[in-house]
């Protein structure tokens, strides 16, 4: 069946996307359901301000996502069961993309759950989620704040207080500029920390205070000032997943699209230049050990497909649906081109 036009339906195609609005906390609710059209639509601030100073990572992001396949496959067992699995597409990997950071936002999802996973069945281990601030710069200071900040964070970590009472962490890094002030952005890191199971127990003196925490990054980052730092102790409730409850927290924040439309061309250039050669995705200690034995790829340069695969006793593939986002009968949107059988 080929040449037949129809849009997606307003019912999700079935891709998953990190979610932490749930109220139970299990694999399968955190990533969540969501659709293609959101994002894709979401580059148009992006893609307003990069036509005036770069053509070709324009024309990149127009083409980002456009083309999508899909394998449709149908239960050996259920005739009437289908699983439609994401196949094909192309990416930009451009960082300001919002269509590529929900991709990398949900592989790192699926990849954290994963290592969690494996973590725990060798050890017993408790999750905390650090926030680790620096004072305001402007934009054009952005990428030695950054610097500066990976060298104090290097820096901490090597410290025996932190050594003792770490295992390991996960590491994203934001920089939103403010909206009141769009020449001023707001750098810092959102880190999932692994501790042993005894971290609270006072008899060992491995828990780190807030105050102690605050102190030590300071020390570390070599500042005058007291820099914000949030620490929360991550708890799974009712039977939750803890580990799903881990990552749930951590996939609130990491790669969200940076809010460019406050600035003019020329403050977003300016960002694009200070983000050159940036890592957002940082892993240490027994984070990147295990990442290291499971072979996971690379979170932000890797494949941005990223979807498990279904046993081939359990699936048969029976087709290949094809869609392309362009203008139609209900306007810019995904259309379904062709339908080719397997």
Not at 4 to 22: F, G, Q, V, W, Y
Not at 212 to 218: I, R, Y
Not at 233 to 261: H, Q, R, W
Request: aromatic share 12%.
């Amino acid at each position: 069946m080929k040449g037949e036009h129809r849009a997606i339906s307003p019912t999700p195609i079935n891709e998953i996307l990190p979610c932490a609005d749930k109220m139970n906390y299990n694999i399968t609710n955190i990533l969540d359901e969501h659709n293609f059209r959101e994002k894709k639509r979401l580059q148009e601030p992006v893609l307003e301000k990069y036509q005036y100073f770069d053509k070709s990572k324009t024309n990149r992001m127009i083409d980002c996502g456009r083309h999508l396949e899909f394998a449709l496959f149908q239960n050996r067992k259920d005739k009437d069961l289908h699983e439609k699995k994401l196949d094909k597409m192309f990416t930009c990997k451009d960082r300001f993309c919002s269509f590529c950071n929900w991709r990398r936002a949900r592989k790192l999802a699926i990849q954290s759950y994963e290592v969690l996973k494996a973590i725990e069945a060798q050890k017993k281990v408790r999750y905390l989620f650090v926030t680790l601030t620096v004072k305001n710069c402007p934009i054009e200071q952005l990428s030695d704040t950054i610097k500066q900040m990976n060298r104090a964070y290097e820096r901490m970590f090597k410290w025996q207080r932190l050594k003792k009472s770490i295992l390991g962490w996960s590491r994203i890094l934001e920089y939103p500029s403010q909206k009141n002030n769009p020449k001023m952005v707001h750098p810092h890191y959102h880190c999932l920390i692994v501790v042993p199971a005894g971290y609270f127990d006072t008899k060992k003196k491995l828990y780190i205070k807030q105050n102690e925490w605050q102190s030590l990054w300071q020390k570390a980052l070599k500042v005058d000032y007291a820099p914000s730092v949030d620490i929360r102790v991550i708890k799974s409730k009712n039977g939750d997943d803890p580990i799903a409850k881990a990552v749930a927290e951590f996939a609130k924040y990491p790669l969200k699209s940076v809010d460019i439309e406050p600035l003019s061309v020329n403050q977003f250039r300016e960002l694009v230049n200070q983000m050159r050669r940036k890592r957002a995705v940082a892993f240490g200690g027994i984070l990147k050990e295990y990442r290291k034995k499971l072979t996971l790829d690379d979170v932000e340069d890797g494949d941005l497909i990223y979807s498990d695969k279904l046993k081939d006793e359990e699936w048969k593939r029976i087709a290949t649906l094809i869609y392309e986002y362009e203008l139609g009968e209900y306007g810019l949107d995904y259309y379904l081109k062709e339908i080719n059988h397997d």
